[in-house]
Each structure stands twice: as C-alpha cells, then as structure tokens.
C-alpha cells in the first residue's frame, strides 16, 4: 500500500511540474498572430522570396527524394502526381490526384483489404507534413493563400501567409523572415496542431540540387533538429 502511495505522489509531482514547465513555455514564447496589409506591397515581397529561391527551377524539377527525421523516406514523382511513402515495413504508392487509387504494401507483400485505408491515410498525413518542411516556401501562392505584408520591430518586411484551404490543417499561418534579397532564413508558426503561437523554424541549411533548386536539409526549431536526409532534386 506504501508503494503504490509513493507512486501515486511521483505521478502527481511528474504531473505538476510539466503543467509548470507547460505554462512557463507558453507565457515565454507564446505570440498573438500579427496584423498584416494585402495588396501590391505584399505580392511584391512574395514574387521577390520566389524569385530568390529559384521557383521556375522548382516546377521544373521532376522528382525530389527526401526523408523526415530518419523515419519518413520520400520519392515524389511532381509532373505523374505520385509519391512512394515509406515507412517501418510498408510503402504506399501514393496518387496524389486521387488517393484511392493508391497502392498498400506491407513487407513487400500488396494489400486489398484493411488496413489499406488506414495506411493511405497515414501516408497523406506524413506526405502533407514531411513535404511542407521541404517545399513551403515554393507554395506561397498555393491556391487559398493569403498574402500579408507585416513590419517587424527592427523596421524590416516579413511575408505572412495564412492558408484558407488543402493540406491536412487548412488556416495554418507562417510568418517568412526573409534576407534583404528576399531568401528565407527562418518562419513563426500560428498551427492548430501547437498550443503555442509564434514558434519559429530556421530555414538557413540550403541544398542546391541538380536541378539548381534551393531545398532545406535541416530546421532548427527549439530544442529539436528536423533532419530531411539526402535532399535529392533532378530530371
């Protein structure tokens, strides 16, 4: 009975110092989404980050390979709309245009039954998280983005673009920290998926592919590194 008193004191403690540690965090890093302008002024900015990252380059990349943290391995087929997702012991030939038209393997080995279903959706939900911590800044005029200009408190521009629709969490907002010549070095997040808003991600370890694009092959984003593997982009 004393033993199982002592652990029910160690939970309760365990759980009133991450409830401590939890606030702490919040009041420290936690922003309100900041207020932009639409318009000419804000466009201007976009087609500037664009043109600094080699956009035209990008939609002229065919395939791009990556992984997410070691885990998540990618081969994305851009003009077909297909993606190979691997992960543990399955693949997912992923359609991209119409996703039950996608194929499930398990140990090499075909699935026409569950759980196929669950794993097509598991796939979309990597692809659509692993490929935005590689492409984001490509997908700024991504249909149902809204473009805003923002002043920072050092006077320079900032890009905040909130998506209104797609993904796997539509109204999503990024605020794009960019270099004088419009490269990105870094984004806050306002994501449903965080508690927290205005958590920022470096966007300052670049690879340059075959195809001459720019692509990220980490993040720094508070105590973590987001690996993204051997970024591959060729034809």
């Known amino acids: 009975m004393r033993i199982l008193k002592n ?20 009041f420290v890093y936690n922003e309100p989404l900041p207020t932009g302008k ?11 980050m664009l043109k ?3 956009y ?8 791009i390979e ?3 943290n070691n885990s998540h391995f990618y081969k994305w087929d851009k003009e077909k709309k297909l993606a190979d997702v691997k992960w543990d012991n399955k693949l997912v030939k992923l359609n991209l245009n119409n996703y039950s038209l996608s194929e499930v393997f398990i140990d090499g080995v075909k699935m026409h ?3 196929r279903q669950e794993l097509i959706d598991t796939a979309v939900e990597y692809f659509n998280n692993d490929s935005f911590w590689l492409v984001a800044p490509f997908k700024i005029m991504d249909k149902g983005t809204v473009r805003k200009v923002v002043t920072l408190e050092n006077g320079n521009e900032a890009l905040l673009v909130t998506y209104t629709q797609g993904g796997t969490t539509p109204g999503d907002s990024y605020l794009w920290k960019l270099k004088d010549n419009g490269f990105p ?9 965080l508690p927290i808003g205005g958590l920022e991600a470096t966007w ?3 690879k340059v592919t075959e195809t001459t694009t720019y692509l990220p092959s980490e993040h720094k984003f508070l105590f973590l590194t987001l690996d993204m593997g051997e970024v591959k982009g060729y034809n």
């Open 204 to 206: 300052d370890d670049w």
């Open 38 to 48: 639409e318009g000419p002024q804000a466009e201007a900015l976009a087609q500037k």
């Open 185 to 193: 070095e870094s984004f806050k997040m306002w994501v449903n998926i």
């Open 66 to 68: 990556w992984s997410f």
């Open 113 to 115: 039954t569950e759980p």
């Open 52 to 54: 600094a990252i080699n």
């Open 7 to 26: 652990i029910l004191k160690f939970i309760l403690l365990l759980v009133v110092v991450l409830a401590t540690i939890a606030t702490v965090v919040y």
């Open 56 to 63: 035209t380059n990008y939609t002229k990349t065919r395939f």
